[in-house]
């Protein structure tokens, strides 16, 4: 079974600040690994995702995450946030075989972007 | 490409009226789609997985009898409320997943907010 934590529920940045959500995973095989934005009132978003290769994904928006095997945690990362980045992020995880898998999700961090 | 398209946006229902869902997968053909709910300020919590021409299959917890799941063809999974009760009141959202895996990844719709009265 796999399982995501995300370490903080609310993260407070001012606007041009960097900005990293931290992530961490626990499954007992391999995995690939999501990162998602909510908006209000809508759904999900695919910002980024590691499925293999280079460990430092780039996704839209600015953002970049760099999964790390020996840590099991994908933190996602912006050098610069915008207003509009205020949102809610998902970290999400699947097993790497067996097709059609399920996603698990962490619990969500509020980003929250102000002036 | 692949995009997912879910209707009603929110529905307002009576306690003990059933509601529809749809999910709709505009560009893509999805053998399997799956249904999430999410609380308010909560994560999304997997309800069932939907695969085309057979049987839903039921996360724990989850009343197959009350949450009713068609995936009558390749592009339109429905959920099905039934005996709808304040408590069932819920962001729903559904995802698809493309038959072709040239590019391996979920696509969500816009979700779907229940309120029952």
């Known amino acids: 079974a796999q399982s995501v934590t995300q370490l903080d529920s609310q993260v407070p940045v001012f606007e041009e600040a960097p900005v990293e959500l931290r992530c961490n995973y626990s499954?007992?095989?391999?995995?690939?690994l999501f990162w998602y934005v909510q908006y209000p009132n809508q759904g999900l978003q695919l910002l980024l995702k590691?499925?293999?290769?280079?460990?430092l994904v780039k996704g839209i928006n600015g953002f970049e995450a760099e999964f790390n095997k020996s840590q099991t945690s994908f933190h996602l990362r912006k050098p610069s946030v915008h207003i509009s980045d205020t949102a809610e992020y998902f970290c999400a995880v699947s097993p790497s075989t067996g097709g059609y898998n399920k996603l698990i999700f962490g619990a969500g961090t509020r980003l929250a972007v102000h002036p | 490409g692949a995009v997912v398209s879910q209707h009603p946006s929110w529905v307002i229902c009576k306690s003990g009226t059933s509601v529809k869902i749809e999910c709709r997968s505009l560009d893509f053909q999805a053998t399997t789609m799956f249904w999430y709910r999410q609380f308010p300020k909560q994560s999304l919590m997997l309800m069932a997985t939907?695969?085309?021409?057979?049987?839903?299959?039921?996360e724990q917890g989850v009343e197959k009898d009350k949450f009713l799941i068609n995936h009558a063809s390749l592009t339109l999974s429905t959920l099905t409320v039934t005996s709808a009760h304040p408590e069932d009141s819920s962001f729903y959202i559904c995802?698809?997943?493309?038959?072709?895996?040239?590019?391996?990844?979920?696509?969500f719709g816009s979700g779907t907010r229940l309120t029952v009265v």
């Open positions: 939907s695969n085309e021409g057979s049987k839903a299959t039921y």
């Open positions: 499954s007992s095989v391999s995995v690939y």
């Open positions: 590691y499925l293999s290769g280079s460990t």
């Open positions: 995802s698809a997943f493309p038959l072709r895996l040239t590019n391996y990844g979920y696509t």
